[in-house]
Nanobody
Framework: QVRLVESGGGLVQPGGSLRLSCATSGFDIRFNDMYWYRQAPGKERELVAVISSLGNRNYSEAVKGRFTVSKDIAQKTIYLQMNNLKPEDTAVYYC???????????WGQGTRVTVSS
């Protein structure tokens, strides 16, 4: 069974850092593109970062230069390193595996990030 479990969220002051983790099971991240999304209160869910199966990375303009997506094949985990956090980064962050190889799209349950002084 495909499963995604996010962790690492919390309360941080502006300018601080957090590292989010997305622990995966039920599939091989070597062969899948993986996505990070976020949803702020009262707003639609938005794409934050993508790491392809080949390790290529793309970011939204809002986080480019501050966030870094990575993966650890051995740990079966996707990471999102978030630096220089701003209040507007406050959101629930989700990990997503798109449908592929006959397996339906899968989302994690989300982890909440609050940036506030």
């Amino acid at each position: 069974q495909v499963r995604l479990v996010e962790s690492g969220g919390g309360l941080v002051q502006p300018g601080g850092s957090l590292r989010l983790s997305c622990a995966t099971s039920g599939f091989d991240i070597r062969f899948n593109d993986m996505y990070w999304y976020r949803q702020a209160p009262g707003k639609e869910r938005e794409l934050v970062a993508v790491i392809s199966s080949l390790g290529n990375r793309n970011y939204s303009e809002a986080v480019k230069g501050r966030f870094t997506v990575s993966k650890d094949i051995a740990q079966k985990t996707i990471y999102l390193q978030m630096n220089n956090l701003k209040p507007e980064d406050t959101a629930v962050y989700y990990c997503r595996r798109p449908s592929a190889l006959g397996i339906p799209e899968t989302w994690g349950q989300g982890t909440r990030v609050t940036v506030s002084s």
